[in-house]
């Protein structure tokens, strides 16, 4: 399995690239955005389970437990560190 740790990173990395800065000044990104990017599809093998990870680990943070792609869309995902 690849580095927890490493994947992380390269998320963190695609979410700079597909996102912007919201109000408050943070980088945030719909999840739609993120998952149906073709750079992130080759890239995380479980996008979900990444975000989870990092979620997890206070790098990033967005509503509900579980994100689906087409449901939750519209979900900002907002980048918590720098």
């Known amino acids: ?13 695609e979410i700079r690239r597909l996102g912007s800065k919201n109000a408050d000044g943070q980088v945030s990104v719909k999840f739609g955005v993120l998952f ?3 750079k992130c599809a080759n890239l995380f ?13 206070k790098i990033v943070t967005y509503q509900g ?3 689906l792609q087409g ?12």
């Open 71 to 82: 449901v939750h869309d519209n979900v900002d995902i907002v980048l918590l560190q720098d």
């Open 65 to 67: 437990e579980l994100l």
């Open 36 to 38: 149906a990017d073709e």
């Open 45 to 57: 093998e479980a996008l979900v389970g990444t975000l989870k990870a990092a979620k997890r680990r």
């Open 1 to 13: 399995t690849m580095n927890v740790e490493h994947e992380i990173s390269l998320l963190v990395e």
